[in-house]
């Protein structure tokens, strides 16, 4: 899939990983929709970025705000939607049952409408609309690339929610692939391991020390930019289809 010239879709985009794709996607010639609920961030990277920028408020769980953005995606830039990348996500610490109880149904809910539900959104309607582009001369008509993380396999004691909901996207990765094989759609997943972006920040710094002495190789945190260029790899090799990449340094959650 060629990056300049296409429309691309950011979800989450305005923060961490998904500001590193966005800024990567416009560096290399995409039209590119922030799609994200912080507006203030959100406008203001627009601004800094100028040309074939636009930003739109989006609540990922709501389908009418998504559709919006996809819209504006495959319309205002005057340019076919062919790339979907879906970053917005949440966590939430807690066990299964703690010192005060049951783990609470409501932020395991909230959790998983984000993560997952709000994954899932972005994908169908992306992909629906690129259903109606024009093939390339490869027969592609669009990509989506979806977060997971290595939670997804080494949960952690305290991430019930995060690794349910990570899980739900590595193994919706294939159907979705295999669903979207016959309209030119590929999908693919990244699940990165720790990445030193807004969620990490607010660690103390001993724990965040503690993060960066367990990874092998390289002993440190991904970078935003990291993530941004293996996505960017996704798009442009069409062979990479219904795969979950690992992006960790080698790294194996511990228990706790």
């Known amino acids: 899939m060629q990056i300049g010239g296409s429309g691309a879709l950011v979800a989450g ?8 794709t966005a800024r990567r996607l416009h560096a290399d010639g995409a ?21 074939r920028v636009s930003f739109v408020p989006t609540d990922v769980t709501d389908p009418d705000a998504v559709q919006a ?21 949440i966590g939430w610490a807690g066990r299964v049952v703690g010192r005060r109880g049951a783990h609470g149904l409501e932020p395991f809910e909230t959790v998983i409408g984000v993560n997952l539900i709000g994954t899932f959104n972005v994908m169908r309607l992306a992909a629906a609309t690129m259903a109606e582009n024009e093939p390339t001369e490869a027969g592609e008509r669009g990509v989506c690339v979806n977060t997971a993380s290595i939670a997804a396999f080494d949960g952690q004691i305290g991430q ?16 979705a692939a295999r669903d979207l094989a016959p309209l030119g759609v590929r999908v693919c997943a990244i699940a990165p391991g720790t990445f030193d972006t807004p969620l990490l920040a607010n660690l103390p710094e ?6 960066r002495r367990v990874v092998p190789f390289p002993a440190r945190f991904g970078r935003p930019e990291e993530f941004a260029a ?3 790899h996704i798009v442009e090799n069409e062979m990479l289809n219904g795969e979950v990449i690992r992006l960790d340094g080698a790294l194996r959650m511990p228990p706790r």
């Open 160 to 175: 019930i929610a995060y690794s349910a909901s990570k899980g739900a996207i590595v193994s919706m990765t294939l159907p």
């Open 69 to 89: 953005a996809v819209s504006a995606a495959a319309e205002l830039q005057s340019v076919p939607l062919r790339i979907a990348i879906s970053c917005a996500g």
């Open 230 to 232: 293996l996505a960017i």
């Open 13 to 20: 985009g305005a923060s961490g990983l998904g500001e590193a």
């Open 31 to 51: 039209h590119v929709v922030i799609a994200d609920l912080n507006e203030k961030r959100g406008r203001a990277l627009t601004d800094e970025l100028g040309e």
């Open 206 to 211: 001993s724990s965040r020390e503690e993060l």
